[in-house]
């Protein structure tokens, strides 16, 4: 633990040359410390040996929380201790012992990496600063495994083998009948049988006096929990170190009240499962006599049937149990901050171990993210991110971002001339060093909309990050001019870019955040950087590695983006990467006024509906709107459950927007435009949405896929869709379809869209997809719902797709008669099978799509388009069941594959 002897309070003493407005907490620091991360206050308590205890105690909790919650302050205050002032050697014992006790929770040769301490007994704080932990930090694990003369405590690996290895369904690796066979019968003061004469890896004995609770609980759960983890074995209560029965009274207790006891003891350890009593444990009581005897009828294994003095030895005998993660004595004691920064104890086993286990992902995911990959960063801590391109997808982004020393995206082109000069001759030319500029970064770090706690101000113009190598990194906060409000946004933007970076990005680097306020409007002369002072030196040392790392984090940061899907399915937050195609169009045009309105086409399963709802997300953000004021319009209503679910825009349907008045609306998102129509003179949504957005100054972007488009005998100009697609940008990574049932879908794909080189964006290949004709569809449809049964894919995980909303009434009552829930409507969200028509399910997808009977009309509907609907629905698994006989013009069959 690194310890630095400095003035507390000592901040910077320069006054900052206009335009800079510093927040009036760095320029008074000597009375009020600017902490740009998780801070925890407490007061010094070491005059005695019993106060250094308890805070030494107090102090591993709070060092424990923070390590989880990525790093912080933890400040204690030398208040009302004038003995430490006269003897600080009353000083120096409270720190080594509290340097003592946090080498439990790192490892000695890195501490400095991770805690260093700031002041000394004459100082009024003494800091700790606290860098993220790279792994989930637990006080005491309470996890045991037994040896030939004691049950010992496992480290952390040992704990994280059991975890990787855990299974859904465990198994018994020593069953009780394979234990030691247990006597009927003992006599006091002589030795145990010989097959039980002397304690192993099977066999343990206590000698306890039983009318104290503490001693019985204590003893009992380390025990089961060391044998259950190894090969078996009883805990023989009553008997002492030497082998000899020593017997426990049971004068004054009640022996089924006994039973009920250890009952409840066993109740508080943690399996990992259900426990079974005779099958997982037993509990054993054996009479204890005075004299030796020859062992009697089937009432000495009676419970509780005492004979001379009422003793008895009690046993628990536990088996050997594999593939559970591990049997714990009590919930492993780890902490961790909570939104109000409140020290907050786990009590949840299942997320304790999910925190902890980072060898071998997360197996709760199962197939749902096997077209996925968890991104590796270097914090086990961090909030996980699944990508869906290569391993090489955030660096190479990092790369591309990062490729000049000005990173600017289209934020500045939105600016006037004179501002975007000032920026570029004042700050982006004279600092040496990397720069990004993003319209919020306190935006891009908060991905849950409802999640923002701090209103934008409207005075904002962008926020620059600069990483200055040798002297730190400074978020500056352009503003039109300058106030409060403004300070208190640059001050917890830098606050929320530090825990994104290490809770999201996985940095677990030492770097603070200094955050400085422009004003816009008297940027005319080159910009002096104020630095916080009151971290230590090494917070603002960085070099270029250092830099590469956080960009890296940074990158992940702005590529991240909620996954609402996912999580669902999963029951807790998982982030998405988006593609770096994706990427470019929110980091080009999301704020270039010249891209105001603005094309996006590619086939399916590129993202098209994703990118429209995280648009909404960000202009909700960014600008402070209410829902009434960013409108989206798509045909179906699965799509449209979507949209309302983010809380941040109104969802409608086309015919409802054309008909309806939206005087609040300043943006609108047009997503399925393929499916688009008009059906008279007057329907005229395209010019009705440009007259909107021209007159608010919004954004309209248009979502189309060309390949989808169905109904062939409306051309352009009848569906309401213009002619020429200007601006238009195009998305060509498919990442919603295994490779399989990609490269079946992709027969359906127009040629032109097909030059244009389509591909997947992930190394998933999924099962191939298996098209039955000729047959009996309803019959087929039972054997393929069963099997996915079998397999483990639930209700929530399949959608039966029909020709038309003409056949949904049949297929359900079947679907029911097989003792399957099904609803018949359009949705992600449903735990049930979801049964509807093929064009009602576009935009949405589930693991596994079962297709009955596609069927072109002839007049309106193509049978390519429609198939490639039908396919690209599917993540994992895709059945199309023909009856009959296959139309003419349908490509040639897969032959009929094995279920698998």
């Not at 005491?140 to 405590?153: H, P």
């Not at 503490?214 to 929990?225: E, F, R």
């Not at 964006?761 to 098209?771: K, L, Q, V």
């Amino acid at each position: 633990m690194k310890r630095q002897s400095v003035e507390a309070g000592a901040g910077s003493s320069r006054k900052p040359k206009l335009p800079m407005f510093v927040d009036k907490d760095m320029n008074d620091c000597a009375e009020t410390m600017l902490v740009m991360e998780n801070e925890i206050l407490l007061p010094i308590k070491c005059n005695t040996k019993s106060q250094r205890e308890a805070q030494r105690d107090e102090i591993i909790v709070k060092t424990c929380a923070l390590l989880n919650s990525g790093g912080g302050v933890l400040r204690i205050k030398n208040v009302e201790n004038k003995q430490i002032n006269k003897l600080p050697i009353f000083f120096d014992r409270w720190l080594k012992s509290i340097d003592e006790a946090i080498k439990k929770l790192i490892d000695p040769q890195n501490m400095s990496d991770f805690v260093s301490v700031e002041g000394d007994c004459s100082s009024e704080y003494v800091n700790f600063f606290v860098t993220a932990a790279k792994e989930w930090k637990s006080i005491n694990l309470d996890c045991y495994s037994a040896s030939n003369c004691e049950v010992t405590k496992m480290s952390i690996s040992q704990v994280k083998t059991l975890l990787s290895e855990r299974k859904k369904k465990c198994s018994i690796k020593c069953h009780l009948e394979d234990l030691p066979k247990l006597p009927h019968q003992l006599t006091k003061e002589e030795y145990m049988p010989a097959n039980l004469s002397r304690e192993d890896t099977q066999v343990q004995f206590k000698n306890i006096n039983i009318s104290k609770d503490t001693i019985l609980s204590d003893n009992l759960g380390k025990y089961i929990s060391g044998f259950a983890n190894t090969r078996g074995g009883h805990i023989f209560f009553g008997v002492d170190d030497e082998c000899i029965t020593k017997g426990i009274d049971l004068k004054n207790i009640n022996s089924i009240k006994l039973k009920q006891k250890v009952k409840r003891e066993l109740e508080k350890i943690q399996w990992g499962f259900v426990p079974q009593e005779n099958t997982h444990w037993k509990i054993t009581f054996i009479p204890v006599t005075s004299e030796s005897s020859v062992d009697n009828d089937e009432e000495n294994e009676k419970m509780g049937n005492c004979h001379d003095d009422g003793n008895i030895v009690i046993v628990i005998s536990v088996a050997g149990i594999k593939y559970s993660g591990g049997v714990y004595r009590r919930i492993p004691e780890s902490y961790y901050l909570d939104e109000e920064t409140k020290v907050v104890k786990m009590e949840d086993f299942e997320e304790w171990a999910a925190k902890t286990n980072t060898v071998g992902g997360d197996s709760s995911l199962d197939y749902r993210t096997k077209r996925m990959e968890k991104l590796e960063t270097s914090s086990d801590i961090s909030r996980p991110i699944y990508y869906l391109e290569d391993d090489q997808t955030i660096e190479n982004a990092r790369k591309e971002l990062f490729s000049g020393e000005s990173v600017t995206g289209g934020v500045l082109h939105s600016l006037s001339s004179t501002y975007k000069k000032n920026i570029e001759d004042n700050i982006l030319e004279v600092v040496q060093g990397t720069s990004i500029c993003v319209k919020s970064f306190y935006c891009e770090c908060i991905k849950d909309a409802h999640a923002m706690k701090l209103l934008v101000p409207n005075t904002l113009v962008c926020d620059i990050l600069l990483f200055v190598v040798g002297k730190g990194i400074f978020l500056l906060t352009l503003s039109r001019g300058a106030s409060e409000e403004i300070c208190k946004y640059s001050r917890e933007t830098a606050k929320e870019l530090k825990s994104a970076l290490v809770k999201i990005g996985g940095c677990t680097k030492q770097f603070a955040i200094n955050h400085n306020v422009v004003d816009i409007d008297l940027l005319n002369a080159p910009v002096e950087l104020v630095i916080n002072n009151f971290y230590p030196k090494e917070y603002h040392n960085i070099d270029q590695d250092k830099v590469k790392s956080i960009t890296y984090s940074l990158t992940a940061v702005l590529l991240s983006f909620s996954s609402t899907h996912l999580s669902s399915k999963v029951g807790c937050t998982y982030l998405n990467a988006l593609t770096v195609n994706q990427f470019h169009i929110f980091w080009k045009k999301l704020h270039d006024f010249s891209s105001k309105h603005l094309w996006i086409k590619g086939p399916p399963g590129t993202g098209k509906t994703l990118m429209a709802l995280e648009f909404m997300k960000k202009k909700h953000k960014e600008e402070n709107l209410s829902p009434e004021q960013i409108l989206y319009v798509n045909e179906y209503k699965g799509a449209l459950q979507l949209a309302l679910k983010t809380g941040v825009c109104i969802a409608i349907t086309r015919a409802a927007f054309v008909r309806g008045d939206f005087p609040e609306v300043k943006h609108i998102v047009m997503d399925g435009v393929q499916f688009y129509r008009h059906e008279d003179r007057y329907d005229k949504w395209y010019c009705k949405a440009r007259s909107m957005t021209n007159k608010s100054g919004g954004y309209f972007w248009c979502f189309i896929d060309l390949a989808q488009k169905i109904r062939i005998d409306y051309p352009y100009n009848m569906s309401g869709i213009p002619g020429l697609l200007e601006p238009c940008y195009s998305l060509r990574k498919v990442v919603r379809n295994s490779i399989n049932i990609f490269n079946h879908a992709k027969q359906y794909l127009c040629e032109v869209l097909y030059s244009e080189g389509i591909e997947v964006a992930h190394s998933f290949d999924g099962c191939s997809p298996c098209e039955i004709e000729h047959c009996e569809s309803l019959q087929h449809l039972g054997s393929i719902l069963d099997t996915l049964k079998s397999e483990g894919y639930l209700p929530q995980d399949i959608a039966v797709l029909v020709n038309t909303k003409k056949d949904i009434s049949k297929v359900k009552y079947e679907i029911e008669a097989l003792g399957y829930n099904v609803k018949d409507e359009e949705s992600t969200q449903s735990d049930c099978i979801v049964l509807t028509s093929i064009r009602s399910y576009s935009d949405l997808e589930r693991p596994v799509i079962i297709g009955i009977h596609p069927m072109a009309d002839g007049l309106t509907n193509h049978l390519d388009a429609l198939m490639l609907i039908l396919c690209t629905r599917a993540l994992c698994k895709l059945f199309i069941l023909w009856e009959r006989q296959s139309y003419p013009g349908h490509p040639s069959l897969f032959a009929c594959m094995e279920i698998v």
